[in-house]
């Protein structure tokens, strides 16, 4: 009786490992079908991006960052008018200098995030003579303008605040804005008298604190942005 309850409970066992198996070979053959139609839909895109001439091609540089630069398989300098580097000091022979002074006192890269264990002597020594020179309480460095707008509307804003926006606004603008929870008003690029509506829309909405956002020069257009002369009071 023993050998036969043992006997049914392998065959239990050896059928309850088949039917695993051919689910998992069911499953893996779904996968793959998945797999085949996201790839062929990527290619889709990708003919069609192509196609309407805005597929993004990296173009390699092979020297320091400038007004002109060399590119790979280019033979003549090519000028440069995308790059962040406005005070030409990414090259400054003063800023190349400090940093190899500091890769032989702190060594390369912090290991961590700042708010972790990434802040350094360095930091605040820097942060410290920025705020000096702005006269201002105290400085946060962020490693780009995009991080930087993606860390201030949530930090500043609540559910009963308002944030006012210029429809043309950076992209980093944009999704800064959309991380943070208050309510969301948009006016016309460049148009106060739009914007003077807004704010009236977010005092009707009872928004506690009201935060016009806006480029200060719109980098598609080079509009100056006549927001930055507007006082507002309540």
């Not at 889709?44 to 007004?67: C, D, N, S, Y």
């Not at 020069?217 to 509009?223: A, E, Q, R, Y």
Request: glycine content about 6%; aromatic content about 6%.
């Amino acid at each position: 009786m023993a050998r036969l309850l043992l006997s049914k409970t392998a065959d239990a066992v050896k059928l309850q490992h088949l039917i695993n198996l051919q689910q998992l070979r069911c499953f893996t053959s779904s996968v793959a079908r998945a797999d085949d139609a996201l790839v062929l839909k990527a290619k889709q895109q990708l003919a069609e991006i192509q196609a309407a001439g805005t597929f993004k091609v990296e173009r390699q540089i092979i020297t320091p960052q400038a007004a002109s630069v060399g590119v790979l398989d280019v033979a003549q300098p090519v000028l440069n008018f995308c790059a962040n580097n406005y005070l030409g000091l990414s090259n400054h022979p003063l800023v190349v200098e400090a940093a190899r002074k500091a890769l032989d006192t702190h060594g390369y890269g912090l290991s961590s995030v700042r708010f972790i264990c990434g802040t350094q002597d360095l930091h605040k020594q820097l942060e410290a003579r920025i705020s000096a020179f702005h006269g201002s309480e105290d400085t946060i460095l962020y490693p780009s303008c995009f991080d930087a707008n993606a860390g201030l509307f949530e930090a500043l804003l609540g559910p009963e605040d308002a944030v006012i926006s210029d429809e043309l606004n950076h992209a980093s603008i944009i999704d800064g804005i959309r991380l943070c929870k208050a309510k969301r008003f948009r006016y016309k690029h460049m148009d106060m008298i739009d914007l003077e509506h807004k704010i009236m829309e977010a005092e009707d909405a009872g928004a506690r604190l009201k935060l016009i956002a806006t480029d200060g020069v719109f980098s598609m257009d080079g509009d100056v942005s006549a927001a930055l002369q507007v006082q507002h009071s309540t």
